[in-house]
C-alpha cells in the first residue's frame, strides 16, 4: 500500500503505522517516487489488520513544483512526456473522440482554462452511482454507460487531456468528509502540476491528502497484495479524515 509523503501542496508530521500481528514492515519508492508500505507475514493467520495514521498539514500551495532533476528511474517521476501518452484505461473509443469534438476546445486558448472547462462538464455527462463499474473498467466504457465512480471521472479527464496534448496523471488520496479514498487528476499547466476534482467538479484545496499518482488506477492501488490459501479473501478499507483547528 501507498503513504502519504511530504509536497509543495502538504507536509505529513506524526506518521504511525502499526498491525496486530508480528510483521516487519518496510518503506521504499516506486518508480514514480510514491512512499510504498510493504511487508509479509510468516506465521499462519485468518486476517490481518494494517492501521497508518498521521497529521497532513494541507493547502501550503495551490500546485506541485515541477523539476526534472535527481531521477534514476526509467520513468522520470517528473517527466511529463510519460503523462502525456494513452493507456489502456484511458485510451478514447468511438464515444470519447466525439464527446471531445463537442466540447470545442480548439476555441479554448489556454491549457488550464482547457482543463477547468473538461472538469466542469464530465458531471453533465456522468452519474456518480456506486458499484456501476468494475475496478478495471475503462474511460470509454464508463462513458458510454454513463455513469460512475470517482475512478472513472478522473479516467475519462485523462483521456481527454491527453488528447489535448495537455499531460495528466491520476491521483489516489483521502478527502474530508469521505469514508473511503478517493481519486482525481492533476494536470500540467503554466508549468506546474494543478489538481482538478471532476467528481466534485472543484479544484483539489486544502481538504484533499494526497497519497501516490501515476498514470492511471492501476499504477497506485490503494492495496495490493498476494493470498495463498484454501480460504476465500476479502477486503475493506476504512478511511477517516478529521479536521483539527490549530492555534496561530
Known amino acids: 500500500m501507498f503513504i502519504p509523503q511530504d509536497n509543495e501542496r502538504q507536509k505529513i508530521t506524526e506518521l504511525k503505522i502499526s498491525s496486530g500481528y508480528d510483521t516487519c514492515f518496510s518503506i521504499t519508492d516506486d518508480v514514480f517516487h510514491n512512499k510504498k508500505l510493504y511487508g509479509r507475514i510468516e506465521k499462519p493467520h485468518d486476517k490481518f489488520e494494517i492501521s497508518v495514521s498521521g497529521c497532513a498539514d494541507t493547502g501550503l500551495n495551490v500546485f506541485e513544483e515541477f523539476t526534472a532533476e535527481g531521477s534514476s528511474y526509467p520513468y522520470c517521476p517528473f517527466s511529463t512526456t510519460v503523462f502525456g501518452a494513452q493507456t489502456k484505461l484511458t485510451m478514447p473509443g468511438a464515444n470519447i473522440r466525439k ?22 462538464a464530465i458531471p453533465e455527462v456522468l452519474k456518480y452511482n456506486s458499484g456501476s463499474t468494475e475496478i478495471h473498467e475503462t474511460a470509454e466504457n464508463a462513458l458510454t454507460l454513463g455513469k460512475g465512480v470517482c475512478q ?15 499531460p495528466a496523471r491520476y491521483v ?11 481519486a482525481w487528476v492533476e494536470a500540467f499547466c503554466r508549468g506546474y502540476w494543478y489538481g482538478f ?23 497506485c492501488p490503494v492495496i495490493k497484495g498476494s493470498f495463498y490459501g484454501n480460504g476465500i479473501q476479502t477486503q475493506k478499507e476504512k478511511v477517516n479524515v478529521e479536521e483539527i483547528q490549530t492555534k496561530e
Open 152 to 166: 472513472d471521472y478522473a479516467h475519462i479527464m485523462l483521456s481527454l487531456l491527453r488528447m489535448e496534448q495537455i
Open 197 to 219: 476534482d471532476p467528481t466534485n467538479n472543484k479544484l483539489v484545496n486544502d481538504e484533499y491528502i494526497k497519497v501516490s499518482y501515476g498514470r492511471d488506477s492501476s499504477d
Open 172 to 182: 489516489v488520496g483521502m478527502m474530508l468528509g469521505e469514508g473511503a479514498s478517493h
Open 99 to 120: 464527446y471531445h469534438s463537442s466540447l470545442c476546445l480548439d476555441t479554448i486558448p489556454h491549457p488550464y482554462n482547457k482543463t477547468l472547462r473538461i472538469m466542469r
